[in-house]
């Protein structure tokens, strides 16, 4: 059995251990801001204004990929969580289709 003296230093030991361990996070904080930093808009402002320039970089015309989009939706769409949104089946189909294009991912 511990006296009351090391009884005391084992708690304080404790409280400062578990003050001091990191909380984990589920996601980092510039992925929570990525609708501000998605390329999107990118898109949307090829497709208003350079439709040659949205067919070069995913190698379909706006119609082909809003008809692939609507039938492909059903089957990449996620739900979103209470941690963290779901990305957009037009993020997810046009992010797959520049891949499939040019071999590039978006990390590169």
């Known amino acids: ?10 708690a304080i030991a404790l409280a400062v251990c578990l003050k001091n361990k990191k909380k984990r996070r589920w996601m980092e904080g510039w992925l929570k ?9 990118l898109l949307n402002d090829l497709r208003l204004s350079e439709s040659n320039d949205f067919r070069n970089f995913l190698r379909l015309d706006g119609t082909s990929f809003d008809a692939l989009l609507q039938v492909s939706t059903p089957r990449i769409s996620n ?22 294009a040019t071999g590039n991912s978006l990390k590169t």
């Open 1 to 10: 059995m511990l006296n009351n003296d090391e009884a005391i230093c084992v």
């Open 33 to 41: 801001k990525r609708n501000k930093y998605t390329h999107k808009n």
């Open 79 to 100: 739900m979103n969580t209470m941690t963290r949104d779901a990305i957009p089946p037009s993020q997810r189909l046009s992010i797959t289709l520049r891949y499939l």
